[in-house]
């Protein structure tokens, strides 16, 4: 009798079955990262899987996850990825995979309540601070309200999702007219329209399917804050690893200003007979007083004033509450909702800050809020303690993206999401070096990338050039920038520090460089930015952080992906120079594990942006000597792709202009 067939040989066959019926070819990588994830999958030991862009990592984590028996949730930092996924990857793999008997291929996408509209504020209008129902604002705030709430009735006569991702263009602002939080949500069996609730329609889809794809911020949500949002689930796969720790961190980060206490007590005044909310609305003043004699920056020892205002807040929020009388049976009343979440969410909020946790990081923002007035935030100080105790003790995780190995390890990344380095289990399958129940075995592995780095591209780093200082670009650094570009005749991708910078590296090109175009972030939305960038191969984009990511322009539109300087977090960054302190003071090295992982990841993210295609040629220049001046230099360039390098310009130069030319 033939032996049954092993995970690892059920994943190879299903994968193969499902890329020759997409009209793909076999790639090794994918292929040895499905195996490693049904592994994973059937002996629970957590996996790092670093697979390069090419790999096809999507189908190497999603064919495994359906020859799961248990339920599987996916879940990836950006709405870019879970589109590519819900619209593309998956419905294309069910369709190659419907034919085959005992595979459930069932699947279903679940976001935070406030991403889908609400039928009730839809219908009934949403309540103002007094807590009076507003049918419709006017102008053209109403205008942009009546165009969503008819967009959202026509999804639910269709049988549509009503997620905001599909909803007509609007702002923040607007969305907020039709939506609610989790805490403002009347709850399905009081609202008059639970049964045919967007949100709660999601849930029942999830609760029926065997794939779930959601966001990193839901699952810290689930899994960490311990609020149930996801339906049981026994693994869960992290995709675009490298941002978990960031978006977990933000996720977990509360704000408070001043004008949000007042807010609260606007809207508390309608529902209390006596003074609570005028006491609220007391505190806030002493709040602000507070927050305008702090400091902005991290806050390393709260002082008396803004301890005792935080106190008054935290007990006056407290009182308002007690006040609100419970709602009669049969009542909803929106109104009511909304004050109790707001109350409840300044009660929490400045009861963290007032507890000053040695846990957490409490700064003063030195901007603005958007109801005017500074700001305090208040964020983890770590998250790898919350991941390790909530997440990776409970479920097996898988965690891949193109970038995990910074510095030519897996370690850094590994220790922050709250793996142990001794917990590894190597490749022979060594006794793990640590002892206890609550050991976490993890494997590594990278899959490689199908892409030949050191024939297809360049690393230039200009080592003649003055080290960046804090005074933006010089004259040095814009002329090495004019001549490259020059010498690409376009198609560049520059990604900078700031915005300061990028705009003054546009302003100079467009002089010196009439006869090309030169687009620069804030000159239109982004997603407008990257067509015109698409469409003409003569054209340059500079930007700053958030095109290090997700940009995807393969072929001749980007030759030469630009580089101002490493880029280090600000040294006064509130949370990072914490991290960077604690570091130090638990014995490690606070710049190396801080600072440079920091800047390795998104180095290594925007160099990515060059190659995406086997077909794809040209230059990363990283315009900053320290890459190869500096001792810290070997373990930022480990974390890049292997690219051919040189330090001579002209070589750059000279690429450059061969590709230009064709």
């Known amino acids: 009798m033939p032996a049954a067939p092993t995970s690892e040989s059920k994943v190879r066959s299903l994968l193969a079955e499902a890329v020759e019926a997409l009209g793909g070819q076999e790639r090794a990588g994918q292929v040895e990262m499905a195996e490693a994830v049904a592994t994973a999958m059937e002996t629970g030991e957590h996996l790092l899987v670093q697979a390069g862009t090419g790999t096809g990592k999507s189908l190497g984590y999603l064919v495994p996850s359906l020859l799961h028996e248990d339920r599987v949730v996916v879940a990836t930092a950006t709405l870019a990825l879970q589109h590519q996924l819900v619209e593309r990857d998956i419905p294309r793999l069910v369709d190659a995979l419907r034919a085959k008997p005992g595979i459930d291929t069932s699947y279903a996408v679940l976001k935070g309540r406030s991403n889908y509209a609400c039928l009730h504020r839809v219908r009934e209008g949403a309540p103002d601070d007094q807590g009076t129902l507003i049918e419709a604002p006017t102008g053209s705030m109403g205008a942009e309200v009546i165009k969503l709430r008819e967009w959202a009735e026509s999804e639910a006569e269709s049988g549509g999702t009503g997620e905001r991702d599909h909803a007509p263009r609007h702002t923040d602002r607007i969305w907020r007219q039709v939506s609610v939080s989790a805490r403002e949500c009347l709850g399905r069996t009081r609202c008059p329209f639970g049964e045919e609730c967007f949100a709660e329609r999601a849930r029942d889809k999830a609760a029926a399917s065997s794939l779930i794809i959601t966001n990193h911020s839901l699952l810290a949500i689930d899994a960490i804050e311990g609020v149930p949002m996801i339906p049981d689930y026994d693994t869960v796969v992290i995709d675009e690893a490298h941002e978990v720790v960031a978006r977990i961190t933000q996720a977990a980060t509360d704000e408070l200003a001043a004008s949000d206490v007042e807010r609260a007590a606007r809207r508390a005044a309608r529902y209390v007979e006596d003074a609570e909310a005028d006491d609220l609305d007391d505190a806030a003043g002493a709040l602000r007083d507070a927050i305008e004699r702090t400091s902005a920056g991290r806050i390393d020892a709260i002082d008396v004033q803004l301890a005792e205002a935080l106190i008054l807040v935290r007990d006056a929020a407290r009182a308002c509450l007690g006040a609100i009388p419970k709602e009669k049976e049969g009542e909803a009343d929106p109104g009511r909702n909304q004050a109790k979440a707001g109350l409840q969410e300044v009660f929490n909020t400045s009861e963290r800050m007032a507890s000053d946790l040695a846990s957490d990081v409490l700064w003063r923002n030195d901007r603005e809020t958007r109801h005017g007035g500074p700001q305090l935030c208040v964020a983890p100080l770590q998250v790898w303690g919350p991941m390790r105790d909530k997440l990776l003790a409970d479920k097996t995780v898988v965690f891949t993206s193109a970038t995990l190995m910074l510095g030519g390890d897996f370690t850094n990344v590994a220790t922050s999401v709250g793996l142990k380095p001794s917990e590894r289990v190597l490749a022979g ?29 360049i690393l230039y780093v200009a080592k003649h050039l003055p080290t960046p200082g804090r005074d933006g670009l010089g004259k040095p650094q814009l002329d090495e920038i004019v001549d490259l570009v020059d010498a690409a005749d376009g198609r560049t991708l520059g990604l900078f520090s700031s915005r300061r910078a990028a705009e003054a590296a546009a302003e100079e090109v467009r002089q010196r460089l009439p006869h090309l175009t030169t687009l620069a972030q804030g000159d239109a939305q982004l997603a407008e930015l990257q067509k015109q960038f698409v469409d003409d191969p003569h054209t340059i984009l500079f930007g700053t952080l958030s095109l290090w990511q997700g940009l995807d322009v393969p072929g001749d539109t980007c030759q030469l992906v630009l580089i101002d300087r490493i880029p280090f977090p600000r040294p006064d960054d509130p949370l990072m120079s914490a991290r960077q302190k ?35 040629r040209g230059v990363v220049a990283v315009l900053d000597p320290r890459l190869v001046t500096a001792r810290y230099g070997s373990f930022l360039k480990a974390s890049l792709p292997p690219m051919w390098t040189t330090t001579d310009p002209a070589v750059a130069r000279g690429a450059l202009k061969r590709l230009a030319a064709g």
């Open 582 to 616: 604690a570091a130090d003071q638990s014995g490690g090295n606070g710049f190396m594990q801080v600072a440079a992982t920091h800047a390795a990841l998104l180095l290594a993210q925007g160099a990515g942006r060059l190659i995406r295609t086997h077909t794809d």
């Open 429 to 457: 399958g060594e006794e793990l070096a640590t002892e206890g129940d609550e050991v976490q075995p993890w494997r590594g592995i990278d899959v490689g990338s199908p892409f030949d780095y050191p024939k297809q591209s």
